[in-house]
């Protein structure tokens, strides 16, 4: 996300989570992504006195009605690797065409003042899961996210084609324009 944000708010300095040591990460308790954004902010806010932003984002399958969703992370279990969470998705569609198989990633972030005032924006990447995996850049579900217009998967990109299509480089080019003209 910093790198990302760095790119479109060059004269904001932004700084990590991981910057302020003893920030808790809270448990995402929440029902949607908005949600778990809000959570994170809110408490990285309160944490360090100063205005925060986080994100929270998944994979949507249409095929599974929805799933795995805002439990993407935690789809399988918390401690099962992403080649087997992966694994499993492929097994689960091995019967599903390719028509039907359409998926999103969706991505919320949430900004919080150290009032807890929040603004989310939202954005989402359209593609399909492959066959099988593919590439070895990006992380989690890239492997099998396939965009049919670029007739690769998320994990065949390099990082600057990611950033430039993903829902999270699309959600933070919109936060960098929100952040710009709010002054």
């Known amino acids: 996300m910093v790198t990302i944000l760095s790119r479109s708010l060059v004269d904001t300095h932004i700084k ?20 778990n954004a809000i959570i994170k902010a809110r408490s990285a806010a309160a944490f360090c006195g100063e205005t925060s932003l986080a994100d929270d984002a998944g994979l949507e399958i249409d095929a599974l009605e929805g799933a795995p969703g805002v439990y993407s992370k935690r789809f399988g279990g918390q401690d099962l690797a992403f080649p087997e969470k992966m694994a ?3 097994d689960l569609l091995a019967d599903v065409p390719d028509e039907a198989r359409g998926a999103r990633f969706r991505c919320f972030v949430a900004l919080a003042q150290p009032d807890g005032e929040t603004t989310t924006l939202q954005a989402t990447c359209e593609g399909r899961i492959a066959r099988g ?7 989690g579900y890239d492997p099998i996210f396939y965009l049919p217009e670029l007739g690769c998967t998320m994990a065949d990109l390099t990082a600057d084609q990611k950033h430039r299509i993903s829902h999270r480089g699309q959600v933070l080019r919109e936060f960098a324009e929100y952040w710009n003209g709010r002054a």
């Open 88 to 90: 499993r998705i492929l």
């Open 133 to 139: 995996r593919s590439g070895s850049g990006g992380f």
């Open 16 to 35: 990590a989570l991981a910057d302020f040591p003893g920030a808790p990460e809270p448990e995402e308790t929440g029902d949607t992504y908005q949600e």
